[in-house]
């Protein structure tokens, strides 16, 4: 079974958000790295400072299989970017919890993160779209 750690939120879309007060660091679930396989190109189209919507893309994740687009799991502002996967989309793949993250949000509402999914209803909608 993929791995689904405790202590993260999620969305439907298989982003994760770890939340630190009002900074969220975002990046992509072990189910999704599963799903698209090995990760040739991550294109983060926003800078320092750009307001993003719940739900708007923010870039889209390449793989030997197909083109998927990464959405933000909350509003907020970026306040800092993984510049690394510009020359290693590989991180992704190897610590997609870690070194594999893509943007760091800063929310009004801390409350936001509350409104993810926990691992066990993350773990349900995985096992529901596996099926």
């Known amino acids: ?7 993260l939120k999620y969305t439907k879309d298989h982003e994760w958000a770890k939340a ?6 975002v990046g ?12 040739t190109l991550v294109n983060l189209d926003v800078k ?12 889209t994740i390449e793989s030997v299989k197909t083109l998927s ?12 970017i993984n510049g690394e996967l510009d020359g290693k989309p590989e991180l992704v793949n190897e610590d997609c919890y870690g070194k594999g993250w893509m943007v760091v949000l800063e929310v009004a ?17 995985v096992k529901a779209s596996a099926h």
């Open 109 to 125: 509402d801390e409350k936001a993160v509350d409104a993810l999914l926990d691992e066990g209803a993350y773990d349900a909608h």
């Open 1 to 7: 079974m993929t791995d689904i750690p405790a202590g």
């Open 20 to 25: 630190d007060g009002r900074k969220v660091r």
């Open 48 to 59: 320092v400072g750009d307001e993003l919507a719940a739900g708007k893309a923010f870039g």
């Open 69 to 80: 687009d990464l959405f933000a799991p909350m509003a907020g502002k970026v306040v800092e």
């Open 28 to 39: 992509i679930t072990a189910f999704a790295v599963e799903q698209l396989g090995d990760i």
